[in-house]
């Protein structure tokens, strides 16, 4: 039987055991999917601190996302849905990174241990894989949200709770989520209005599971 726990990322608890879904709807995790859907060569998580080391290594890499320090021009799309979806990535090597997710994905990955659990990205996007993957399997599921630099955003709570609701069987009211999305989407972010369609007019387009882990380089890879 498979037990599911819900947890904020700023009011994470010391220890992640089980499985772990990392929720940020308007961005990483959905992000995770649009990219891997193009096919990549590799994906890999970075920051400011070791991306002149993954660009030793991953020769020829391309950067995309957004830095508060680095300048916009470094990077070739933006972590905006709609730049994710048209920017080319097939066969390419590619590294990520953002202001919020990348570095949630990071701690749950450092606190997470590797022989207990996955770790895997979560969004509107994916949510029906995600429910069917883990409603086979037993043990628990932690659903972290990552809300916006410890703000307790409407798009990630709503999304962990549907996923949670998938994961157990339980019936919900797509409309009336996607309702209070728009809403809180529209009056939170600003920008994001340009993005609202990606982010709530295709529920479980993409048939993936993202899984982190740690690769032979030691940076987080996204498969």
Do not use: T
């Amino acid at each position: 039987m498979v037990e599911v726990k819900k947890f904020w990322f700023h009011k994470l608890p010391g220890k992640l055991k089980g499985d772990v879904v990392i929720v940020d709807a308007c961005a990483a995790s959905a992000n995770m999917c649009i990219l891997l859907s193009k096919r990549p060569q590799c994906l890999i998580v970075v920051n400011e601190r070791n991306l002149e080391k993954a660009e030793n290594i991953y020769k020829s890499a391309i950067l995309v996302g957004e830095s508060e320090r680095l300048p916009s021009h470094r990077f070739v799309a933006s972590n905006n849905l709609d730049d994710m979806r048209k920017v080319k990535v097939r066969d390419k090597k590619v590294l990520w990174m953002s202001i919020n997710g990348s570095r949630v994905v990071e701690k749950v990955v450092e606190m997470k241990n590797k022989k207990e659990g996955e770790a895997v990205a979560g969004s509107f996007s994916n949510m029906q894989a995600i429910s069917s993957y883990f409603s086979r399997k037993r043990g628990r599921v932690n659903i972290v949200m990552a809300g916006d630099r410890g703000v307790e955003v409407e798009e990630d709570k709503i999304c962990g709770e549907i996923i949670e609701r998938m994961i157990l069987g339980l019936s919900f009211d797509w409309e009336q989520a996607r309702e209070k999305i728009k809403k809180f989407v529209k009056r939170y972010y600003g920008v994001w209005r340009r993005n609202l369609k990606f982010l709530v007019d295709y529920p479980n387009e993409f048939d993936v599971v993202p899984k982190f882990f740690i690769n032979k380089s030691g940076f987080i890879e996204v498969k």
